[in-house]
């Protein structure tokens, strides 16, 4: 059984086989990678160098490709791929699951992508061709076909004989899927039933309606939803006519929650959630420079508002220094603001149903933390500066400002999703610059108009 490293362990594994590499000793390495799991080999793969990449590549035991193709991040699977033939391409996704077959060919070139299909036998092919006729992040798209199928009709004798001339069963079953002589999908009946069930029993007695199937046109992340909700370790996929296409299992469902989580963590940085680690220079550089070029623009808009109050600004040093303080409290409860309703768009808890009562909420929070630290605010430039209307002008300033800041992180990322435009990659840049611009001028207009 291949060896499982800890997270911790990984880099003095790693540490050893750069050693070994630099020192010529290929048969140490490959001896250290018979020995690991394909998860832990990727994460090799993943923490080492484009250029070391290929090298341990080769090492690695061709019977393990798949499983590590399975496991790598999509950046660092193409520059894996694009250096390989497309009949071993092939050759590797012979022993895949279908799913993970298909999110392969889907990161290859389309002239690469019809010489691997063209390589394949006609039975592959029909499997892989059925499940990237779906969109990629459906549950077509992320179905199996491996399933096992038995009719309402039959007794559970006939269904262990037929397991018995079978053999193995396909990784992770739990169920079968009882359907009629058209496929349809009529219900399932689960392994342990079927194991303890008396063997004259009647499948169509049997069958378990907690399961019920899903469409195959189901974005994946309601999929997810739904295992979470009724803890379902497996589901079948059906189509529009209610035909049996396959199955999602909960090791699928754990890769969506969690590429979920690292697109909301990336995107609010303005990255990609596939992004390679070590990536090339230029290649880093061009993807980082979008997010910076429109941050720039943001952070000009903003500093265009400060440039209108310049008069005043050159004759009250103490207003330059003050005019970050508001515009940096507003941008971090407009922060936390939106990532709690990106959040909870994410998880079906935001719609059109009630974000006018969290609207209202977020107004009330806003309109509170703006009472507690303009009046707090209020009080350290009153004692600092012995000026009460710069304290009543910074307090003003800062309470419009806060309140501005919950009333932006409910609507932006809530018109962001209505434009089909993900709220986590484009609202944190929104959000900010909005505040920079309410504050800068709340605080910077009201002392112009009291101390000029």
């Known amino acids: 059984m291949p060896e499982i490293l ?23 390495v490959r001896n250290l990678f018979h020995s690991m799991s394909a998860y832990d080999l990727a994460l090799i793969l993943e923490s080492s160098t484009s250029k070391s990449r290929l090298v341990l590549w080769q090492l690695i035991d061709p019977d393990l490709h798949g499983e590590v193709l399975e496991e790598l991040s999509e950046e660092v699977r193409k520059t894996i791929l694009k250096n390989m033939a497309p009949e071993k391409v092939a050759a ?3 022993g895949m699951d ?65 397991l018995r001339l079978k053999g193995d069963l396909p990784e992770s079953t739990d169920s079968f899927y009882v359907v009629d002589r058209n496929d349809k999908f009529i219900g399932s009946v689960s392994l342990s039933t079927i194991v303890t ?12 309606d907690d399961i019920t199937a ?8 309601e999929v997810a939803q739904l295992f979470e909700k009724y803890d379902w370790f497996s589901a079948p996929v059906i189509d529009e006519d209610g035909r049996l296409l396959g199955r999602i299992t909960i090791d699928d469902v754990i890769d969506i929650i969690r590429e979920d989580a690292e697109h909301s963590m990336m ?42 109050f310049e008069g005043i600004l050159s004759e009250l040093a103490i207003l330059a220094i003050l005019n970050t303080l508001v515009p940096s409290m507003g941008g971090v409860a407009g922060n936390q603001t939106l990532t709690l309703v990106v959040r909870g768009i994410a998880l079906g808890h935001v719609g059109d149903s009630n974000w006018r009562s969290l609207l209202k909420k977020e107004l009330a929070v806003g309109f509170l933390n703006g009472l507690i630290w303009s009046a707090a605010i209020a009080g350290v430039v009153m004692v600092w500066k012995q000026d009460i209307t710069l ?33 986590a990659l484009a609202g944190t840049v929104l959000v900010t610059t909005i505040t920079d611009i309410v504050g800068i001028f709340a605080f910077l207009g009201t002392a112009t108009w009291l101390l000029s």
């Open 6 to 28: 800890e997270q911790e362990n990984n880099q003095s594994i790693l540490q050893q086989v750069n050693a070994a590499i630099d020192s010529g000793m290929f048969v140490y």
């Open 92 to 94: 590797v996704a012979e």
């Open 98 to 162: 279908t799913d993970d077959i298909a999110e392969v060919l889907r990161t290859l070139p389309d002239s690469v992508y019809q010489k691997v299909i063209n390589s394949m036998d006609s039975q592959d092919r029909a499997r892989v061709e059925q499940a990237l006729s779906y969109e990629e992040d459906t549950a077509g798209g992320i179905m199996n076909t491996d399933t096992i199928t038995v009719r309402p009709d039959v007794t559970v004798d006939v269904v262990l004989r037929y």
């Open 197 to 208: 069930a008396r063997p004259e029993m009647i499948i169509s007695t049997l069958i378990d």
């Open 214 to 221: 899903v469409k195959a046109d189901m974005p994946e992340r």
């Open 267 to 308: 995107s609010m940085a303005g990255l990609d959630d596939e992004a390679d680690t070590f990536a090339p220079v230029v290649r880093s550089t061009r993807q980082r420079s979008v997010w910076l070029a429109i941050n720039l623009i943001a952070a000009l808009t903003a500093v265009s508002v400060s440039a209108r």
């Open 391 to 423: 304290g009543g002008i910074i307090a003003f300033a800062m309470m419009v400002n806060l309140t501005a800041a919950n009333i932006a992180g409910v609507m932006v990322p809530f018109i962001l999703n209505k434009l089909k435009v993900d709220p």
